[in-house]
Structures are given as structure tokens and as C-alpha cells.
């Protein structure tokens, strides 16, 4: 088996447990900056940059400015906030500043948030503005000039102004998405490149990526897929449980009754992640353990991926490795603090799945 690619993950929220202010340290662009460098440094093709307290566009352009081409930012992005044409001329731009490395992460967010924009769009309905969207945005950053008409946009002579801002990845800037509902598999089966989703037990994620696969097929199209997973790998499993533990101790009770009560969100991978816990805190983290070192008491107090591998350095590649035979080729990794965490999974994780360093 080839090496994955793996990525790490970035935002300024960091610290041992971020989702808490005790648990946060002060971070600043030279700190951001330092973790870039070191992430680049020690083998992992990039980041992650999600949404977060930084806009990404400003933090993605410091970060790629102070690393080198084998840097690669992923860029959270929401349909419909910036206008094709613009946001095309920010992505080819960006490339031209720094060496043609960007990737978009398509993000379809939730209707609470993209409403405190002023965009109503319902579920099911983003996606149908995310597949227009992205296919236009698709077409722009390729070097196309072109009218379109559609449901969303009227555009006339999109593109004209790029024409000296020409591509500088072919054949267009890569679109990376994670969305586990059915609208959310059709777009990535007609439009994504890198289709990304969090962690599950393999059995349950076979089913849902045998999903992905035959709807790509269906549009003639072969899609690469990317896990996206916190580590809790420790020198043994005892020691890796007892971080777990840790993380559940140092949780108050405010942030518990806040996650918890985001159950009615609208995202079907949130609800699928909130179905693992099933909304309980238990008195240990083990409690929760769906399958061997799968840990989904992450999402009890964390926003976004709350599913953990749980355990020594071998259990974690072991799995990770059973993920590589569900066809995963990329990871996307985080642990916490990022910059600390980047260092350990680089030494114990990454050489046993034959990354090397750059
Ligand atoms: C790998 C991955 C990364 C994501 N990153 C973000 C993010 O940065 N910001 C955000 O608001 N949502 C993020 N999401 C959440 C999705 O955008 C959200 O769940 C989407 O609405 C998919 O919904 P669906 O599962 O119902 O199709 C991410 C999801 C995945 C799988």
C-alpha cells in the first residue's frame, strides 16, 4: 500500500482543550505561523484551515507567505457569502502569490449560521446552491470566460477579468467537501475531488463510502477519500485512555449543555456523530468506545469531528490502517495542543504509514 497523504489542522483556537477558556492559549500570528512551519516541516502536506475565530482568507494568506510551496492551505469556504466571480479571483490570485497551492474545503455549514449572514437557504436547498455555485467557481478558476444562467446566479462575461490571472493548478483549483446526507453525496459525486468524512466505525463507514463510490460512478466520475480524525495516542493504551478521562474532567458543565444542546442541528454527519454518544456523559471515557479505540466523546464537547482514535501507537495505525483498506488515501489529523500533538504523531504515527518528511 502507498503512503496516504496526510494533512494536519489548523485554527487559532489551541490549546490542551480548547473548547474551554482555561484550556486555551494565547495565540498570535507568529505562534500560528511557527505551527505552519513545523506541520510543513515534519512530513504533512498541509492544513486544514476551518472555520473558526480568524477569517480564513487572512490567516491562510499569513500562513502561506511564511511556507514553502509544500505548504498546502485547505480553505473552509461557504457557498454563497462571496460572489463566484470575486471569490474566484481570491483563490487564483492567491495561487499566484504563492505558488499554486490552494484548496477549497466546501463547507455547507447549517442554516442557524449562514441565516446570521442574511442567506435563508434550508438544507436540502444549499446544496442545490452549493452544486451551481461550485460548478461556476469550477469554471472560473479553470480560465473560463462564459455567460451563465441559472437558478442562483445571472452572470454575464464571468471570467473576463481573470484573463490575465490565469490558472495556475490545471485543471482548476481542487474542491475538498465532507457532508454525509444525500443531497450532500450527490454534489460531491458530480462535483467534488476529494470527498471527506469523519470517523465511524469501518464497518459503518464502508457502507456509507460504497454510497460515495457508486453515485460518483453514476456521473463517470472516481473520487479520492479523506478521513478527517483527532488522535489520542499515547506510549500505551492505559495512558491514552487516561488523556480521554482528562479531557471529560476538564469539561464544565456549560459547555457540555451547550454542545448537547445542538442535537436538533441540521447536518445528517452531526446527527450520525450525535447518535454514537447518544447525548450521555459517562463517568469514564471508555464507556464510550463503539469499537476497538474509536472514541466518539469528542463531539460531547467539541464542535466539528467528534470521533477520536483512542490508543498506543500501534493500536492507532492499526486502525488507521483499517480505514486505508476502506480505500481512505488521505487523513487529515488533529490532536491537541496542535503544536505539540503535530510533533508526536509525526514521530510515533506517520512513519509506520510510510510518510516521510519533506
Ligand atoms: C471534514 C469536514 C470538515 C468540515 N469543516 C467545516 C467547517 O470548517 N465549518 C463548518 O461550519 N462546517 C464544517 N463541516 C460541516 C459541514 O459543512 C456540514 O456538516 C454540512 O452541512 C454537511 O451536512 P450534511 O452531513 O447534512 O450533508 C465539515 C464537515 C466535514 C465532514
Do not use: C
Given at each position: 500500500?502507498?503512503?496516504?497523504?496526510?494533512?494536519?489542522?489548523?485554527?487559532?483556537?489551541?490549546?490542551?482543550?480548547?473548547?474551554?477558556?482555561?484550556?486555551?492559549?494565547?495565540?498570535?500570528?507568529?505562534?500560528?505561523?511557527?505551527?505552519?512551519?513545523?506541520?510543513?516541516?515534519?512530513?504533512?502536506?498541509?492544513?486544514?484551515?476551518?472555520?473558526?475565530?480568524?477569517?480564513?482568507?487572512?490567516?491562510?494568506?499569513?500562513?502561506?507567505?511564511?511556507?514553502?510551496?509544500?505548504?498546502?492551505?485547505?480553505?473552509?469556504?461557504?457557498?454563497?457569502?462571496?460572489?463566484p466571480?470575486?471569490l474566484a479571483k481570491m483563490a487564483l490570485?492567491f495561487d499566484?502569490?504563492?505558488?499554486?497551492?490552494l484548496?477549497f474545503?466546501?463547507?455547507?455549514?447549517?442554516?442557524?449560521?449562514?441565516?446570521?449572514?442574511?442567506?435563508?437557504?434550508?438544507?436540502?436547498?444549499?446544496?442545490?446552491?452549493?452544486?451551481?455555485?461550485w460548478?461556476v467557481v469550477k469554471r472560473l478558476t479553470a480560465g473560463e470566460?462564459?455567460?451563465?444562467?441559472?437558478?442562483?446566479?445571472?452572470?454575464?462575461?464571468?471570467g473576463?477579468?481573470l484573463?490575465?490571472l490565469p490558472p495556475v493548478q490545471?485543471p482548476h483549483i481542487p474542491l475538498?467537501?465532507?457532508?454525509?446526507?444525500?443531497?450532500?453525496?450527490?454534489?460531491?459525486?458530480?462535483?467534488?475531488?476529494?470527498?471527506?468524512?469523519?470517523?465511524?466505525?469501518?464497518?459503518?463507514?464502508?457502507?456509507?463510502?460504497?454510497?460515495?463510490?457508486?453515485?460518483?460512478?453514476?456521473?463517470?466520475?472516481?473520487?479520492?477519500?479523506?478521513?478527517?480524525?483527532?488522535?489520542?495516542?499515547?506510549?500505551?493504551?492505559?495512558?491514552?485512555?487516561?488523556?480521554?478521562?482528562?479531557?471529560?474532567?476538564?469539561?464544565?458543565?456549560?459547555?457540555?449543555?451547550?454542545?448537547?444542546?445542538?442535537?436538533?442541528?441540521?447536518?445528517?454527519?452531526?446527527?450520525?456523530?450525535?447518535?454514537?454518544?447518544?447525548?450521555?456523559?459517562?463517568?469514564?471515557?471508555?464507556?464510550?468506545?463503539?469499537?476497538?479505540?474509536?472514541?466518539?466523546?469528542?463531539?460531547?464537547?467539541?464542535?466539528?469531528?467528534?470521533?477520536?482514535?483512542?490508543?498506543?501507537?500501534?493500536?492507532?495505525?492499526?486502525?488507521?490502517?483499517?480505514?486505508?483498506?476502506?480505500?481512505?488515501?488521505?487523513?487529515?489529523?488533529?490532536?491537541?495542543?496542535?503544536?505539540?500533538?503535530?510533533?508526536?504523531?509525526?514521530?510515533?504515527?506517520?512513519?509506520?504509514?510510510?510518510?516521510?518528511?519533506?
Amino acid at each position: 500500500m502507498s503512503a496516504p497523504e496526510v494533512l494536519w489542522y489548523i485554527i487559532p483556537r489551541e490549546g490542551p482543550y480548547p473548547w474551554e477558556p482555561a484550556g486555551r492559549r494565547s495565540v498570535d500570528l507568529d505562534y500560528l505561523s511557527r505551527l505552519a512551519g513545523t506541520v510543513e516541516s515534519l512530513g504533512y502536506t498541509g492544513a486544514l484551515l476551518a472555520t473558526d475565530l480568524h477569517d480564513v482568507w487572512p490567516l491562510g494568506s499569513a500562513l502561506a507567505a511564511r511556507t514553502s510551496t509544500a505548504f498546502k492551505p485547505l480553505l473552509a469556504v461557504h457557498p454563497g457569502l462571496i460572489a463566484p466571480p470575486l471569490l474566484a479571483k481570491m483563490a487564483l490570485s492567491f495561487d499566484h502569490l504563492f505558488g499554486g497551492r490552494l484548496r477549497f474545503n466546501v463547507v455547507n455549514g447549517s442554516t442557524d449560521k449562514l441565516r446570521q449572514y442574511g442567506l435563508h437557504v434550508g438544507h436540502d436547498e444549499r446544496y442545490a446552491l452549493s452544486a451551481e455555485y461550485w460548478s461556476v467557481v469550477k469554471r472560473l478558476t479553470a480560465g473560463e470566460v462564459f455567460d451563465h444562467k441559472g437558478r442562483f446566479y445571472d452572470l454575464k462575461d464571468a471570467g473576463a477579468e481573470l484573463r490575465e490571472l490565469p490558472p495556475v493548478q490545471e485543471p482548476h483549483i481542487p474542491l475538498w467537501f465532507g457532508g454525509s446526507s444525500a443531497p450532500g453525496i450527490e454534489m460531491a459525486a458530480e462535483h467534488v475531488d476529494v470527498y471527506l468524512t469523519w470517523a465511524e466505525p469501518a464497518a459503518q463507514l464502508a457502507a456509507k463510502l460504497a454510497t460515495v463510490r457508486e453515485r460518483a460512478a453514476a456521473h463517470g466520475r472516481t473520487l479520492r477519500l479523506g478521513l478527517r480524525v483527532h488522535l489520542i495516542v499515547r506510549d500505551t493504551e492505559e495512558q491514552a485512555w487516561a488523556a480521554a478521562d482528562r479531557l471529560l474532567d476538564v469539561t464544565g458543565e456549560a459547555t457540555y449543555e451547550r454542545q448537547l444542546g445542538r442535537a436538533g442541528d441540521d447536518g445528517v454527519g452531526w446527527q450520525r456523530q450525535f447518535r454514537q454518544h447518544g447525548g450521555r456523559v459517562p463517568a469514564h471515557a471508555r464507556e464510550l468506545e463503539t469499537h476497538p479505540n474509536i472514541w466518539p466523546g469528542m463531539g460531547l464537547f467539541r464542535p466539528g469531528p467528534g470521533t477520536a482514535v483512542v490508543g498506543s501507537t500501534a493500536q492507532v495505525v492499526e486502525r488507521l490502517q483499517e480505514y486505508r483498506a476502506l480505500g481512505i488515501d488521505t487523513f487529515i489529523l488533529s490532536g491537541n495542543p496542535l503544536l505539540e500533538e503535530a510533533y508526536r504523531i509525526a514521530e510515533t504515527v506517520l512513519p509506520a504509514l510510510g510518510v516521510r518528511r519533506a
